[in-house]
C-alpha cells in the first residue's frame, strides 16, 4: 500500500486540515512555502495520467477544497499555487495524484538550466 494510502487509512500520522468522504488533505512533511498542504483522493489514483471520465467529479472536488483551504488560511487575498506534478519529469515522487496547495509568500518557477537550451514546442 503507498504511502498516501496509509494516511486515507490512519496507518500513518498526518497533519489534517479538511476530510469528507471522498478526499482528504494535510501539512506536507517539507513544506517550501510557509503554507503547503497536499489535498489527495482517498482512492487510489496514481496521476493525472490516469484520471478517467468517472473521475471528473473527484478532481473537480480536490480543485474546489483546494479554493476552500486556501481562504481558511487566508492566502487567498495575495494569491497562492496549485501543482500536479506527473510522472518522472514532472518531478513526481509519490505515485499517489495529490495537489499541492502552496502559498504564504511569493512564488518563484524554474527549470533547469540545461533544458532552456531545447527547442521550444
Ligand atoms: P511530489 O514530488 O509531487 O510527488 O510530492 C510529494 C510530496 O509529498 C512532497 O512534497 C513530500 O514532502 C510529501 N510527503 C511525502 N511523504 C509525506 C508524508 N508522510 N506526510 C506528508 N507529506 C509527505
Ligand atoms: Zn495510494
Known sequence: MCIFCKIVKKEVPA???YEDSDIIAFKDVHPIAPVHILLIPKKHIESVDDLRDEDVS???KLVVAAG???RDFDISPK???LLFRVGEWGGQEVP???LHLIGGAKLY???HPEEMSKEAR
Open 15 to 17: 497533519s489534517v486540515v
Open 58 to 60: 473527484l478532481a473537480g
Open 68 to 70: 476552500k483551504i486556501a
Open 79 to 81: 494569491g497562492y499555487k
Open 96 to 98: 499517489h495524484l495529490h
Open 109 to 111: 518557477e524554474a527549470i
